[in-house]
C-alpha cells in the first residue's frame, strides 16, 4: 500500500506507523502537541489515532479498487496522559465483503490502557 502521509493529519498529529497489515496495524503518537488546555491527552487525538489504525486495516482489507469509508466510531477513555507517547494497536474484529470492524487499544509508554475504540468501516468500489 503507497500510503501517502505527507499533508494529512497523520503528519499533523506526528502519529509514526509501525506493523502495517489488513489483520494488525500499530503506530505511535506523541502526547506533547496533542494535548487539551489541562495539559492531558486531548480525548479527540485518541480517537485520530484509532480511526487512523482502522482505516488503514480497513482500506488493505478492501484492497484495490476498492475504498473503505468509516461509517461508526466509539471510544472510552479510561485515563488520562500528560508526556511521552501513546501506541495503538488495531486488531480485526469482522473482515467482511462489505464492512469490517476493528478493535483499537490506545496505551500509554508503561503499558497502561489510556483509550479502547472501535471502527466499522464500508468498503465500497471505487469509480
Do not use: F, K
Not at 492531558?40 to 478492501?62: C, D, K, N, P
Not at 503499558?111 to 468498503?123: K, Y
Request: glycine share 16%; charged share 20%; with cysteine.
Amino acid at each position: 500500500m503507497g500510503l501517502r502521509t505527507e499533508g494529512t493529519l497523520i503528519e499533523r498529529m506526528g502519529i509514526e506507523l509501525g506493523e502495517v497489515g489488513a489483520d494488525r496495524v500499530t503506530a505511535r503518537m506523541p502526547v506533547a502537541g496533542n494535548t487539551q488546555p489541562a495539559g492531558l491527552l486531548h480525548g479527540g487525538a485518541s480517537v485520530v489515532l484509532a480511526e487512523t489504525l482502522g482505516s488503514i486495516a480497513a482500506q488493505l482489507h478492501g484492497g484495490p479498487g476498492r475504498a473503505a469509508v468509516g461509517i461508526e466510531v466509539n471510544a472510552t477513555h479510561h485515563r488520562g496522559v500528560r508526556d511521552g507517547w501513546v501506541h495503538g494497536e488495531a486488531v480485526a474484529v469482522h473482515r467482511g465483503r462489505t464492512t469490517a470492524s476493528y478493535e483499537i487499544v490506545v496505551s500509554d509508554d508503561e503499558g497502561r490502557r489510556v483509550c479502547t475504540a472501535r471502527l466499522t468501516c464500508m468498503i465500497l468500489a471505487q469509480g
